[in-house]
């Protein structure tokens, strides 16, 4: 018997050296650390996280790095939202006809919700995407169903800079190629992101190159500066600015043109306020219009007059006519639908 056991020892002893090494290697080595991160990743968000794009900035932790996964709605309308180091991820396929709610809780309040003085910026790569540097989002418009994919990032200031932004803009491209992949979404999309180029800046009013381009501004001598970004028609989100630098500076009107979720977001259901309702309208300190673009719902331009703004409705009208006009044409819509002189006291 004293044999036996001694041989059983001389067997289990090695197996549990070599085990215990085993778990070893497998706890602290950098090969190790890259296959628990692998292994959470199958099965985290569903499998839409990247590998390489989200280990810049998670440093392959399964803990900090991938430290919360829900999913919110039911049925059609479930989408996803997962935190990648300290930026919150939403992923979503939204339909088409889907609208807002100022009552409820929808995919739409995850886009492009915290603020920054960054006007977007057209990512480039042959992507329909923007960043401004805290928020950076992918759409892709599926041919083979009414419904547009979204990859919204939101980050904060510890991101808001060119390289994070580019990484970031990675990072949401990523996941739109394993999300349409998954989700049967059958999109054009693009390569690498290239350089973010720097954010825009006041300038002076006259000379409007990018997406203020036509805006009739000379003339008003309410407006002293404008602030714009490259006028490129593949990013979901267009800006221009208006400004004043009298008593300090503060702009006076922005406009905005908004395509796909990023249009949708601005409806609401007809019987809610606030929102977007109808092809075009225009009230006291706002008006809209609407045009139909390719495989998506239909888009929205609108012109808003702030508090430090004495809004002209002859003003707002011209204004949104010129800036709607250059971007409709842009993002290849038609049929653009302004708002009518004789429907001036109330939206439609």
């Known amino acids: 018997m004293k044999v036996i056991r001694r041989a059983v020892l001389c067997v289990v002893m090695p197996l549990a050296?070599?085990?215990?090494?085993?778990?070893?290697?497998?706890?602290?080595?950098d090969t190790g650390k890259g296959w628990r991160y692998e292994d959470k990743l199958a099965t985290y968000c569903d499998g839409l996280i990247p590998y390489n794009e989200s280990a810049v900035f998670t440093d392959l932790s399964t803990e900090t790095g991938l430290s919360r996964d829900e999913q919110n709605g039911f049925g059609d309308d479930r989408f996803n939202v997962c935190w990648v180091a300290?930026?919150?991820?939403?992923?979503?396929?939204?339909p088409n006809n889907a609208v807002n709610s100022s009552t409820a809780f929808t995919v739409f309040n995850m886009l492009h919700e915290d603020s920054t003085d960054t006007l977007p910026m057209a990512l480039g790569g042959g992507w329909h995407g923007y960043t401004d540097m805290r928020n950076t989002a992918v759409v892709l418009s599926c041919d083979n169903k009414p419904a547009s994919l979204v990859v919204s990032i939101a980050g904060d200031e510890s991101h808001d800079n060119r390289r994070e932004a580019r990484?970031?803009?990675?990072?949401?491209?990523?996941?739109?190629?394993?999300?349409?992949?998954?989700?049967?979404?059958?999109?054009?999309?693009?390569?690498?992101?290239?350089?973010?180029?720097?954010?825009?800046?006041?300038?002076?009013?006259?000379?409007?190159?990018?997406?203020?381009?036509?805006?009739?501004?000379?003339?008003?001598?309410?407006?002293?500066?404008?602030?714009?970004?490259?006028?490129?028609?593949?990013?979901?989100?267009?800006?221009?600015?208006?400004?004043?630098?009298?008593?300090?500076?503060?702009?006076?009107?922005?406009?905005?043109?908004?395509?796909?979720?990023?249009?949708?977001?601005?409806?609401?259901?007809?019987?809610?306020?606030?929102?977007?309702?109808?092809?075009?309208?225009?009230?006291?300190?706002?008006?809209?219009?609407?045009?139909?673009?390719?495989?998506?719902?239909?888009?929205?331009?609108?012109?808003?007059?702030?508090?430090?703004?004495?809004?002209?409705?002859?003003?707002?009208?011209?204004?949104?006519?010129?800036?709607?006009?250059?971007?409709?044409?842009?993002?290849?819509?038609?049929?653009?639908?302004?708002?009518?002189?004789?429907?001036?006291?109330?939206?439609?």
């Open 167 to 348: 990484a970031m803009g990675e990072l949401a491209a990523g996941t739109a190629r394993k999300a349409a992949d998954r989700w049967s979404c059958k999109a054009e999309q693009g390569g690498r992101i290239p350089t973010v180029p720097a954010p825009a800046e006041q300038s002076v009013r006259d000379a409007p190159v990018g997406t203020c381009k036509g805006v009739p501004i000379r003339g008003n001598d309410e407006i002293h500066w404008i602030e714009e970004t490259k006028a490129t028609g593949t990013a979901p989100l267009d800006n221009c600015v208006l400004g004043e630098t009298k008593a300090r500076s503060e702009p006076l009107y922005w406009l905005e043109a908004a395509f796909g979720p990023y249009a949708q977001r601005l409806r609401t259901a007809t019987d809610e306020p606030d929102g977007l309702n109808g092809n075009a309208g225009i009230d006291r300190d706002r008006a809209w219009a609407t045009a139909a673009c390719p495989g998506t719902a239909r888009e929205i331009f609108y012109i808003s007059a702030t508090e430090y703004a004495y809004p002209r409705k002859g003003f707002l009208l011209a204004s949104l006519r010129a800036f709607a006009e250059r971007s409709a044409e842009q993002h290849g819509c038609t049929g653009l639908r302004l708002p009518g002189v004789e429907r001036d006291s109330e939206p439609s």
């Open 17 to 29: 050296l070599i085990v215990a090494a085993g778990y070893g290697w497998y706890m602290w080595s």
């Open 86 to 94: 300290d930026m919150r991820m939403t992923i979503a396929l939204i």
